[in-house]
């Protein structure tokens, strides 16, 4: 057989459309499969905007915008729409074995080599239904974060045996470090997952038209649109500031991100401090890097402890009330942030090791050919 003949490893990774967090776990692992076999094909399964794909992802992919999970219906960044989201479950799940089927259809036309799900459930279910190796991986789970916010919506205990069983039908779910504790039966730790920027300090200085001796803060939210009235942010003598936002007022200190040509893999390590709310992907990239962070806590989410250790442990942090950055404390938090010790980076060894999981579980000998 001519090496034109072998068929391309097809990876399908569905993503849920949940905010960026789970398509910025997901990138550096897509990269760390391409080194490995630059001949890979990728789908991706998601309502997250294309646009952000392609920064993640590049354009080397094929985009089905189409998914059934939604993760939560949100007010904010940080504020669970509870009516929205019942409303969508019990849509969801009204006749979820036709669901399945659909994914299941879906599946078995693309004929994909494995199937990676961070964290979306149904494409899990139909996956087995089809026959189709299947991993998630992920630092949460919906199974988990529906019992603790939608237990009691009618017909709650259905639908959490039905999320239950869809995660349970994968080969293995792949607990990332730092995470929510996990009550699924398939789990297995490994460990960080993120991408390791790259500094670009001059040359965003240079973009940015400021000196080596201004400092720069990132202010990002992670893709769900967090009202932040950014227009009655502080004028800070030696400071200027990224803002990430949907929505950035006209001032001379501040620029949008999208603006600057720059990755936004790159800010992180690039900038000195971020400003966001607890998640995974933006905590777990600034403590690889080392980058300082002032974050809005999140009281009672499920993630939300074990994040807050984790980051203190890698850079310095600090929870910080939404209206401190508006009522004059902003000067001094940053004094204080910046002024701490600084803790060991963490390194990203949960992305070979998923990678590894997936090799074995569906691309292992796939676009190598016998010699005929």
Not at 56 to 68: K, M, N, T
Not at 170 to 191: H, I, K, S, Y
Not at 282 to 288: D, H, K, M, R
Request: glycine fraction near 8%; include cysteine; aromatic fraction near 8%.
């Amino acid at each position: 057989m001519s090496s034109t003949q072998c068929p391309q490893p097809h990876l399908w990774l569905a993503l849920s459309p949940h905010g960026y967090g789970h398509a910025a776990m997901a990138a550096p692992v897509v990269e760390e499969l391409r080194r490995r076999r630059p001949d890979l094909r990728l789908t991706i399964q998601t309502g997250i905007a294309p646009g952000f794909l392609r920064s993640a992802f590049g354009d080397d992919f094929v985009h089905v915008p189409d998914i059934p999970d939604f993760g939560f219906r949100m007010h904010s960044s940080i504020d669970i729409d509870v009516a929205a989201s019942t409303d969508g479950y019990a849509r969801l799940h009204a006749d979820f074995d036709a669901v399945v089927a659909r994914e299941a259809a879906r599946l078995e036309a693309a004929r994909p080599d494995v199937v990676v799900s961070n964290v979306a459930y149904a494409v899990l279910a139909g996956a087995a239904r089809a026959g189709v190796p299947a991993i998630g991986f992920s630092c949460l789970n919906w199974a988990d974060m529906f019992a603790r916010y939608l237990r009691a919506m009618p017909g709650a205990a259905r639908i959490e045996r039905e999320i239950r069983a869809a995660y349970a039908a994968a080969d293995v779910f792949l607990r990332c470090t730092p995470a929510q504790d996990m009550t699924l039966p398939n789990v297995v730790d490994v460990g960080v997952v993120a991408r390791r920027g790259r500094r670009r300090r001059d040359e965003l200085d240079a973009v940015m038209g400021i000196s080596a001796a201004t400092r720069v803060g990132l202010i990002a939210f992670g893709g769900i649109d967090h009202r932040l009235p950014t227009e009655r942010w502080p004028a800070i003598a030696g400071w200027r500031w990224i803002n990430a936002l949907s929505e950035v007022p006209e001032r001379p200190d501040m620029i949008p991100w999208a603006t600057l040509g720059i990755p936004f893999a790159d800010l992180i390590p690039s900038v000195d401090l971020v400003v966001t709310k607890v998640g995974y992907g933006t905590f777990a990239e600034a403590g690889v890097a080392g980058t300082p962070v002032l974050y809005v806590p999140r009281p009672g989410w499920p993630e939300s402890p074990n994040l807050d250790d984790w980051l203190a442990n890698h850079t310095r942090s600090m929870a910080v009330p939404t209206e401190a950055f508006f009522d004059g404390r902003l000067p001094s938090l940053l004094r204080m942030v910046l002024g701490g010790p600084k803790p060991r980076p963490a390194t990203p060894d949960g992305v070979s090791e998923v990678a590894d999981r997936i090799e074995r579980a569906g691309l292992a000998g796939r676009g190598a050919c016998e010699r005929s």
